[in-house]
Nanobody, 125 residues
Framework: QVQLVESGGGLVQTGGSLRLSCAAS????????MDWYRQAPGKQRELVAA???????NYGDSVKGRFTVSMDNAKNTGYLQMNSLKPEDTAVYFC???????????????????WGQGTQVTVSS
């Protein structure tokens, strides 16, 4: 189906920036949505930011004004630009992408809902 590969995580000091990427590959017909989640140790996974192919975006309250989510449909890639990072942003970040793929049957397309492998973001104080 469709595979997602994340990159861009790492260790950064408080106030620093990181840019996460999530590249989708496979028989993609359309990439319609890309969401970013994070999960810190001992906590539930939370939605950080959401982007839609039409251009709309939404953010969790804790990251509004600091994070920017975007999609490049031509490259089938999503991005999460993270600025003014805080120690509480430390977590494993996951991307989730949804859209349609070529099913292999003429004129037929299927829906995909894929997750990235996760990338660690650590913000030191």
């Amino acid at each position: 189906q469709v595979q997602l590969v994340e990159s861009g995580g790492g260790l950064v000091q408080t106030g620093g920036s990181l840019r996460l990427s999530c590249a989708a590959s496979g028989s993609i017909f359309s990439l319609n949505a890309m969401d970013w989640y994070r999960q810190a140790p001992g906590k539930q996974r939370e939605l950080v930011a959401a982007a839609r192919s039409g251009g709309s975006t939404n953010y969790g309250d804790s990251v509004k004004g600091r994070f920017t989510v975007s999609m490049d449909n031509a490259k089938n890639t999503g991005y999460l630009q993270m600025n003014s990072l805080k120690p509480e942003d430390t977590a494993v970040y996951f991307c989730n992408a949804r859209g349609k793929y070529y099913s292999g049957i003429p004129y037929a397309k299927g829906d995909f809902n894929s997750w990235g492998q996760g990338t660690q973001v650590t913000v030191s104080s």
